[in-house]
């Protein structure tokens, strides 16, 4: 298995230029989830997935659209990218249940100029 | 709102030296919490959960309801142990979301 995977791994983008972020999980996962990590902050949740077809705005949600067509899919977009998105995404994945692990993939590190 | 603080940015410790990371957590119903961390060019990975009451890899994690902390504690850190570290709170709602510290960057020096 290959658990949580992210495309791309890296990516540098202009002001106002748009991207999709995927993220695929092939443990049968209903709960999905983006993240970004930055210095000082830790981890916060962008958006998240509590099944197919459905998503859900987390603590940092604005300039960012999320899309969960397929059970085993999550895509992060950014419609006009701003230098103040420029972070390291994390997607996650776990089932149900209050002390089951989320399961992380590797990061997408995306720099905005 | 839940809150998590680490209050401690970064930590050096020397090898062999006891290491504890602090984390205080603000949160109005009965929490659950974990410890997740992050080695270098690895993927952030869970080291243990309160539930369970384990040590993984010599940590172990007290959850104080009283003074809302959850410290983690090694007695004798290892070089192994370099990575950065976040303590995580979960909400017991039917989203699963967790709440994270900002971390603390563990370096165990030689």
């Known amino acids: 298995n290959a658990g949580v995977t992210q495309t791309p791994k890296f990516r540098v983008l202009k002001t106002g230029q748009s991207m999709t972020l995927l993220c695929a999980q092939d443990?049968?996962?209903?709960?999905m989830y983006w993240y970004r990590q930055d210095p000082g902050m830790g981890l916060r949740l962008i958006h998240y997935s509590v099944g197919e077809g459905t998503t859900a705005k987390g603590e940092v949600p604005d300039g960012y659209n999320v899309s969960r067509l397929k059970k085993q899919n999550f895509l992060l977009g950014l419609e006009s990218a701003a230098p103040s998105q420029t972070s390291v995404y994390f997607c996650a994945s776990t089932t149900a249940g209050v002390y089951n692990e989320q399961f992380f993939g590797p990061g997408t590190r995306l720099t905005v100029l | 709102a839940q809150r998590v603080t680490q209050p401690e940015k970064l930590l050096s410790v020397f090898k062999g030296a006891p290491v504890e990371l602090k984390c205080n957590y603000s949160?109005?119903?009965?929490?659950?919490l974990f410890w997740y961390v992050q080695y270098s060019r690895q993927r952030l990975q869970l080291l243990l959960r309160?539930?369970s009451r384990e040590s993984i890899k010599g940590f172990t994690a007290d959850l104080n309801k009283g003074e809302t902390s959850f410290h983690l504690k090694k007695p004798f850190a290892q070089e192994e142990d370099s990575a950065m570290y976040y303590c995580?709170?979960?909400?017991?709602?039917?989203?699963?979301?967790?709440?994270f510290g900002a971390g603390t960057t563990v370096t165990v020096r030689a």
């Open positions: 949160y109005s119903g009965s929490p659950e």
């Open positions: 443990m049968n996962h209903e709960y």
């Open positions: 995580a709170l979960i909400k017991r709602s039917n989203d699963y979301k967790l709440s």
């Open positions: 309160h539930i």
